[in-house]
C-alpha cells in the first residue's frame, strides 16, 4: 500500500522514511517542505511585485512539471492561466529551467519528446541540455516567449541550508514592457534572500533539536 502511495505521490520515499507528498499540496492538503519555503518566500515576493509591478510566482519542482506554491499578479501584468497548485511543464518555463539546472539528471526523468507551447519553446533534449548549462553558469533563468505568445520572464533559484535547489521564483510580463536584463538582478538577489532567511530559519532549529 505504502509503494502504491509513493507511486502515485501522495508520499514522497526518503532513504528508509516517507513523508506527505506533493500531490496532497495540489490538493489543498498540508505539505510541510513546501508551506516553510512559501512562508519564508512571501513577504520576499510581495516586495518583488511592488517593485517591478509585474507578476511574481513560487515553484518548485514534482517530476518533469512545476507546480505553483504562490502566485503574486502585478497590476499591469498579464493574466496568465498559472495558479496556486497548478501545473506547468518545466522545460517550457524559466522556474522549471531553473531548478532544473541544479537539480541532479539523475532525479529527474526528461522525456524524449519535448512539446512545443509557442514557436520558441525549447523542444530538442540536447539543445535542452546545454540551455541548463547556460543557466548554471549564470544563476538564472529565462523565458523569452517560450510557454505563451508576447510573454517573457525570468526566474532563480532558491537553495535550502544543505545547498540543494528547494524551487525557484520567477518575475513574468508582456515582451516590451519588462526588460529582461534589468530584472535579472532583482530576480537574483530575491532568490538569495529567500535562501538566507531559510538557512537561518534552520541554524535556530537545530540547537533546539540538539538539546531535546
Known sequence: MVDDLVRVGLLERQGTNYRLGL???EIGESVPRQRNLREAARRH????????????????????????????????????????????????SCSGKAVLAFTDSSDFAMPTLLEAHTENTIT?????????DRVRKRGVAFD?????????GAAAPIFGPDEDVLGAISISGMAGRINLTRIDAAVRTTAIAISRDLSSAQSVVRPVLQRR
Open 23 to 25: 500531490l496532497l499540496f
Open 45 to 92: 515576493l510581495s516586495a518583488l511585485r511592488e517593485a517591478t509591478g509585474h507578476n511574481v510566482g513560487l515553484a518548485v519542482l514534482d517530476g518533469f512539471d512545476v507546480v505553483y506554491l504562490d502566485v503574486f499578479r502585478g497590476d499591469d501584468g498579464p493574466r496568465l492561466p498559472q495558479q496556486i497548485g497548478g501545473r506547468w511543464p518545466a522545460h517550457a
Open 124 to 132: 530538442d533534449p540536447e539543445l535542452f541540455h546545454r540551455e541548463l
Open 144 to 152: 523569452r516567449q517560450e510557454a505563451f505568445p508576447r510573454i517573457v
